[in-house]
Structures are given as C-alpha cells and as structure tokens.
C-alpha cells in the first residue's frame, strides 16, 4: 500500500496516524508540507529514521526544493520527482491519503 | 487609484501591532496573505513586530526554488520589508531548534527570542494579528 | 482576461490593463502601455521602468511609491528620488504608471 501525507508533522497529527497504520513494506510519501518531517534537525526526524526500517520512504523533490529544503533530505529517505510519483501510485494496488 | 501615501494624515496615533506567523510557506496561502497584509499596514506608520514561531519560522528559509512547483518565490519579499522600514523581525528560539534551524538558514536578519521574551513581547502590543 | 495585439503578438491583459505574464513584457509593450497611460517615454521614463523591473526581480513585489522614491534616492539620487520628479514623468501616480509600462502587477498598497 501506498500511503501519502501532505501535513507538516510539526503542525498536524497526519503523519502519526500513517506511521501507526502503515504495515510492513508499505510505502510512505511526503508531499508538500509533509516533506519537512525527512529534513535533518526537524522533530519528526528520529520518527522518519525509526520507520524507515520496515517502510519505504519517500519525499517529493520539488516540495522539497520550494522549501529550501533539498540539500537538508536525512539519509534513507527517496527523493522522486513528478514521475515518480506518477510510478509509485502505479505500482502500488491501493493508496491512502492521509489529509 | 490612489496611493496609500494620500492617507497619511490620519490621527497620528500609533499602536504596536504584531504580526504572528505560524505556517509553513507553501501549503496554506497565510504566509502570503499574512506578508501582503503587513506590506499594506507599513504605509500606515505604526510600530510593527513581525514573529515568526512554530512552523512559521521555514517562511524565512534561504535556497527556496519553487519553479518546481509552480508557485512565487515570495520568500525574497522578506527582505523588501527593511525599505518598508519593517525591521523588528522575530523568532522562537524553540521553533528553531525544533527544526534544525540556525539563524544562518534564514534569508533576513531576524533577533532570536526565547519563549519568555517572546510572551512578554505579545503581552505588550495593542494588537496582534495571527496568519 | 482581456488580449490585445502588440506589435503583431498576442498579449493578455487584466481588467485595468496591467500585463498579466511578466515574462512576456519587451519594450513594444513598454511602449504600448505608455500610449495608453498617455505618457511620452524619455530616458528619464526608462530609468524609472528600469529600476522598477530590477526591483521586480530582487524582490518579487512592485514597490509601494513611497518605498518607490526612496529607493529611487538612494540609487540615482536625491533630485530624482522625491513626488515632484516621479510624478512629473508618471502625473497619474508613479507606482500605478511606471508599473503598468513596466509589466509589474499593480503595487501592494495601490488601492
């Protein structure tokens, strides 16, 4: 399962709900204000790290770029563009936003 | 038209207004609404405070390219505010640190304040408006 | 929106005639949009439309006049950065004209 988050962790519950939910091998991406959780230094960040071990994380790159962000992307963390984001939903069965 | 110069010789009364920032630059329209809306108050004369806390201090972040994602790089407006004789620029220490964020990640010069300084700053003005 | 033909190309505008897609602005429209605000571009006029598309592009707003004049005083100096110079080149209000020709939006704080 594909899950995506768009809500800033240091503002929104969101990506707390999707990491509690997310099983095994899901995949999770950030998206517009999500995308600062996978930066280095943020709050969220232990969080990323820890649920990189059985997720695939992903963060999307212009997001990440609009923010000032792309130089600061914490390792373990995949940087796709719009194709990718295009591939992910594609290769994934189902998909849940968590607005 | 008219220029917002024309309404100057109002009452004279100046009160200290506070602008409070507190999301993050793309995701919602306050930050820009919030930034056009003190733009316009400058042309009153009154004693502005920007702040910046929460995650409203990633307004300020240098290395923004939003070309990507097809939206204004308003992050550069910050520093017209010092010709708008905006200059009391404020962040939250906490905020900061809660992001990684060091005052050389921001694109103006801003005084950091810890949270007590930062309480007693908003204590004090007539008004303080949210974004 | 509104299009108009400048020297041969499609151009739009918004309801008051400000150019709508900034990086389309050339010196046809500038001088389009002069004959419009019926203004007779001078190297005093491009001076102005100049230093207010630098502006445009270090700041991404168009200047309030008062910030306007100021800043002008400060690059060109005193006798060209007061009302009495800007308005005798722009009489319609520097920042709404000098913006217009330009290709800026109209200036926050221009009501």
């Known amino acids: 399962m594909l ?11 969101s990506l707390e ?7 095994k091998g899901s995949a999770v991406l ?19 790290q820890a649920a990189a ?6 963060a999307l790159g212009p997001d990440l770029a609009a923010r000032g962000m792309a130089g600061r992307v914490l390792d373990g963390v995949n940087v796709v563009d719009y194709g990718g984001f295009v591939d992910l939903v594609a290769e994934h069965s189902n998909c849940q936003s968590w607005l | 038209m008219s220029d917002m110069d024309e309404m100057e010789d109002g009452s004279g009364i100046v009160k200290k207004f506070m602008f409070l920032n507190r999301k993050a630059p793309h995701g919602t329209v306050y930050a820009l ?8 108050t400058a042309a009153f004369d009154q004693d502005v405070s920007m702040v910046f806390t929460d995650d409203g201090v990633y307004q300020l972040m240098k290395g923004i390219d939003s070309k990507g994602i097809e939206v204004k790089d308003f992050s550069k407006t910050y520093r017209a505010l010092e010709g708008y004789d905006i200059e009391k620029l404020y962040v939250d220490q906490a ?5 990684g964020l060091t005052e050389d990640d921001l694109i103006v010069d801003v005084t950091v304040l810890a949270v007590d300084e930062m309480a007693n700053l908003m204590a004090e003005q007539d008004v303080v408006i949210s974004f | 929106m509104p299009m108009v033909n400048i020297a041969g190309k499609e151009v739009e ?3 008051e005639g400000y150019l709508v897609d900034l990086s389309q602005w050339n010196e046809d429209i500038a001088k ?16 102005v439309v100049n230093f207010l598309r630098e502006y445009y592009a270090e700041y991404q707003i168009a200047p309030a006049v008062r910030v306007l004049t100021k800043a002008i005083g400060k690059k060109l100096g005193p006798e060209k950065g007061n009302n009495k110079y800007l308005y005798e080149l722009f009489p319609y209000g520097p920042a709404k004209q000098a913006c217009k020709i330009a290709g800026l939006p109209k200036p926050t704080g221009c009501i």
């Open chain 1, 3 to 13: 899950h995506i988050v768009n809500k800033s962790a240091t503002d929104r519950g």
């Open chain 1, 17 to 23: 709900s999707c990491l509690r939910m997310a099983t």
């Open chain 1, 30 to 48: 950030l998206i517009e204000d999500a995308v600062y959780a996978a930066t280095t230094g943020n709050a969220a960040a232990a969080k990323i």
């Open chain 1, 53 to 58: 071990a059985d997720l695939k994380i992903y």
């Open chain 2, 33 to 40: 609404e919030g930034l056009e809306v003190v733009l316009i």
């Open chain 2, 95 to 99: 905020s900061m640190d809660a992001r």
């Open chain 3, 13 to 15: 505008v918004d309801e």
């Open chain 3, 32 to 47: 389009y949009m002069a004959v419009e605000e019926k203004v007779e571009l001078t190297d005093s006029h491009w001076e």
